[in-house]
């Protein structure tokens, strides 16, 4: 699409919010997605209220960003929150 001034292309980004995905396979192709720390640090609860590192938020979104093939950027705000992000099992 055009815009933005004379000569000039804007291409629209879509954007979207983690929480609004379930669980599994993100909807998107691409995109920009945000997310809070805490949903990060989130895992769908299997039986026993067992977490799992296959569900995990954070699983979902390497997987759906392509993995090790992965070439793009990862932003983080506010990083002092994501400080137990690798912790396991997570601390206080």
């Known amino acids: 699409k055009s815009g933005g001034g004379e000569g000039k ?5 879509e954007v979207f919010a983690l929480k609004d995905q379930p669980y599994g396979k993100i909807s ?5 997605c945000f997310g809070t ?3 990060l640090i989130a895992a769908k ?4 209220g067992a977490k799992s590192k296959a ?3 954070m699983h979902q979104i390497a997987k759906w960003a392509g993995g090790e093939k992965f070439d793009g ?3 983080f705000d ?3 929150k994501a400080k137990n992000l690798g912790a396991h099992p997570p601390t206080k």
Do not use: D, F, N
Not at 28 to 32: K, R, T, Y
Not at 45 to 48: E, L, N, V
């Open 73 to 75: 950027c990862l932003l």
């Open 28 to 32: 998107h192709s691409e995109g920009v």
């Open 37 to 39: 720390y805490a949903s």
């Open 78 to 80: 506010e990083c002092h």
């Open 45 to 48: 609860r299997g039986p026993g």
């Open 9 to 13: 292309k804007v291409q629209q980004i």
């Open 55 to 57: 569900t995990s938020r």
